[in-house]
């Protein structure tokens, strides 16, 4: 295939060789996207249902669960059935979709990431000053400009890499349209003009990054010089859970992209891109929900009205 315009689909690598293995990664991959709706679900639910949630923290986790759901949404059904169908084939269009998504739904969250982030800040450094740094107006807009951001490099992403011709076949080295296993298929001379964009979404990805960092510092040492326990208990319980998802997030992620080419391998891409696409999005509403006893409450008042509504 000489280029782009003669592709009509893309074909992605396979869990197994054999259908019963075919059919464990279904089960496995249904069990995990079940997980993540449920969970997703029902912190949307009980956010959007009770007004001792309706502040801006749960504001935020509440667009969290919307692009945690929408990202597993984007990789995982699509492996199901083509699991179940016993074939790796994507439609061109199909993977461009793939791309464009993945990048708008991470690419967002990671914006949201950091806007929760500055969110705890004001919350435990600037008490005082809550009310108006953070108020309605204020957590809309900077929602909006997280998932905007998302849209925009989306777009860019999308439009920049299925721009290129593709001259090494059509086999991508994942179970998704991954763009790194995507440019392997491109001519050399397009995949250096490519390499221009992701240098510089890594440096904004760093800024936001170095952000997070400073927050936390400015949170800890803050937390550390209240004087109760009973307050730094809470103070802790506050930012411990974004800190594990913004952890997971970033650490997953920065490893799949970033680690040595000397120790890559199919086997160990496909389990990095598991770790940072499918695994944050169902294990998120379970590390939010864990230390948190007003969303618990708020959990449990849902499933009791589920509960009753059925018998």
């Not at 108006?132 to 849209?151: D, E, K, N, P, Q």
Request: glycine share 4%; with cysteine.
């Amino acid at each position: 295939m000489s280029n782009s315009s003669s592709l009509n689909e893309f074909l992605l690598l396979a869990f197994a060789d054999t259908q019963e293995l075919q059919l464990l990664q279904f089960a496995l991959f249904l069990g995990i996207y079940l997980a993540a709706l449920l969970g997703n679900g029902l912190i949307i639910t009980a956010v959007a249902c009770d007004h001792h949630l309706h502040t801006p923290m749960y504001f935020f986790l509440l667009n969290l669960s919307f692009l945690d759901l929408g990202s597993i949404s984007v990789t995982v059904p699509k492996s199901m059935a083509n699991s179940l169908r016993d074939t790796r084939a994507i439609s061109y269009l199909g993977c461009a979709a793939q791309v464009f998504f993945f990048f708008f739904l991470f690419s967002a969250e990671y914006c949201l990431l950091t806007v929760m982030a500055y969110d705890r800040y004001i919350a435990i450094c600037k008490p005082l000053h809550y009310g108006t740094l953070m108020g309605t107006g204020a957590c809309v807009r900077m929602a909006v400009a997280a998932w905007g951001s998302g849209f925009l490099y989306a777009v860019l992403h999308t439009a920049n890499t299925f721009s290129i011709p593709f001259c090494q076949g059509n086999t991508v080295d994942q179970f998704f349209c991954e763009v790194p296993q995507i440019l392997k298929l491109s001519c050399l001379e397009s995949y250096l003009r490519e390499v221009g964009l992701p240098v510089v979404s890594l440096c904004l990805a760093f800024g936001c990054f170095i952000f997070i960092v400073l927050s936390y510092v400015q949170i800890f040492t803050a937390v550390l010089r209240i004087p109760s326990e009973q307050g730094r208990h809470k103070a802790f319980s506050m930012c411990l859970p974004h800190l594990a998802v913004v952890s997971l997030f970033i650490s997953t992620g920065l490893f799949a992209y970033l680690k040595p080419p000397s120790i890559s391998s199919p086997a160990l891409d496909l389990v990095l891109a598991v770790l940072y696409s499918v695994v944050p999005p169902a294990v998120n509403p379970l590390i939010y929900s864990m230390r948190n006893k007003e969303l618990k409450d708020a959990l449990r008042k849902v499933i009791q009205w589920v509960q009753c509504q059925h018998q």
